[in-house]
């Protein structure tokens, strides 16, 4: 079983909608949670971390992090075409070396 | 400012060749990363650096595989021996110091040994 699952999609919904991704993860000693974005044959893209527990919100992003039950969640509301691209999940217990999830595909249809 | 570069952006081997692969972190990072991305993937990582010494080289594969950084900024990733399974896109990242919360990744080197 691997450290950190994700549902690899693909994932489509249209333009405007609210897009929940997500991650489960086994290690308790994760303790840096991060979304990365990534565009076709680019490298992946800090979009947002968290440290420990909790909620972070910047713009039309929302990432939650429940330690209890070893999942985060990202949401993007009003989703654009532009958002559409692959989304990668990723946990460190230092902000080293990361662990990422395998990473979900979402297009968004205008 | 310039972000991560890595070169080449492709690479095409045969079985059994030697390759290098080059990062050039951002300008003033003293931590590098390597991570492997198979088709499909997420990124696997390989090796960090701190400055010039490698602090973590357990996702490394095995001894076909080795890394250096001899003067803090640029690494090369070397692999000898290629195989067929070698093939995959090979991501550098830098972050400022080791334990900074972001990464900063480059294109990529995409590898395809045949």
């Known amino acids: 079983q691997k450290e950190v699952e994700q549902d690899p999609g693909p994932l489509s919904v249209p333009e405007g909608a609210i897009v929940s991704l997500n991650c489960t993860y086994s290690n308790s000693a994760f303790q840096y949670f991060m979304w990365y974005r990534q565009y076709s044959r680019k490298g992946p893209e800090l979009l947002m971390y968290t440290y420990s527990s909790g909620n972070k919100e910047d713009g039309r992003f929302t990432a939650q992090v429940d330690k209890s039950s070893k999942y985060i969640s990202l949401f993007i509301r009003d989703s654009q075409p532009s958002d559409s691209a692959t989304y990668l999940c990723a946990m460190s217990p230092r902000a080293q070396k990361l662990v990422f999830g395998q990473g979900t595909r979402l297009t968004i249809n205008p | 400012g310039a972000g991560v570069s890595q070169t080449p952006s492709n690479k095409v081997t045969e079985k059994g060749k030697y390759v290098e692969l080059r990062c050039d972190p951002i300008?003033?990072?003293?931590?590098l990363y390597w991570y492997r991305q198979s088709l499909g993937q997420g990124p696997e990582f390989l090796i960090y650096?701190?400055?010039?010494?490698?602090?973590?080289d357990s996702g490394l594969p095995n001894d076909r595989f080795f890394a250096v950084r001899p003067e803090g900024s640029v690494s090369t990733l070397k692999i000898q021996r290629t195989e067929r399974g070698d093939s995959a896109v090979y991501l550098c990242a830098s972050s400022l110091t080791t334990g900074a919360e972001t990464q900063y990744f480059g294109p990529g080197t995409r590898l395809l040994v045949l």
């Open positions: 650096f701190q400055g010039t010494g490698a602090a973590d």
């Open positions: 300008s003033g990072h003293t931590a």
